[in-house]
């Protein structure tokens, strides 16, 4: 906690699970939040996390930033680009929320600048928290795909920040997950091996699936 009450995160994906996150690391007492997504309000963002009808159409940073400063939670930036135009050296973790997979080419400036990041990916009816990389300790992105391509899974791609409609079974578990995966990230401890996994919840009975992911020798992340 004293961590994330000294420190600046970005939380890049604001949908539901994205803003419901970045309302509970407010809570939390984080000291400052970066927040960017480059799509607007939909309908379907409405509801969980705090989104109103009224911020359909808006920019999702700026009406994200409202509903924290409405709550009084904490002192808000709202900056575009985590990874593209916001140097993200300020930055002592960073969160993305994706839909589907992200490519691993999105986070590498995270992992050029040893700022710690978490992603969390989610689809139709399920969802992934994790990574978390801790750049030069833990694995980072491409060493899950090379893991994955050793196993002859295809390498995982997706959007940079995701669209559609989020399930909010799954946002407000993913939420509560992943604040907990950022606070490690922030005062990690002595293994990494906590940090290093995924853990995949599936609609109906969020019956958790983990998966520990090492370095892999050919990335060259470490």
Known sequence: MAALRSSTVGVLGLGPLGLHLARTLASLGAHRLVLDDAASVAHDDVGIGGYRLGDVGRPRPVSAARVLADALLTSTAVSPG???????????????????????????????????????????????????????????????????????VPPARGRHVGNGVEDPVLAVAGAGLAAARTLALLAPGPSTRGLARTTVLTLPDLTPTVEYWPVHPACGCA
């Not at 140097?87 to 839909?99: F, R």
């Open 82 to 152: 985590v990874l593209d135009g916001h140097d993200p050296g300020t930055l002592a973790a960073a969160v993305i929320v994706t839909h589907e997979r992200i490519d691993p080419a999105c986070t590498w400036r995270l992992v050029a600048q040893g700022v710690p990041h978490l992603v969390v990916t989610w689809g139709n009816g399920w969802l992934e928290v994790g990574p978390g990389v801790a750049p030069g300790r833990t694995a980072c992105l491409r060493c899950v795909d090379l893991h994955r391509a050793d196993d002859h």
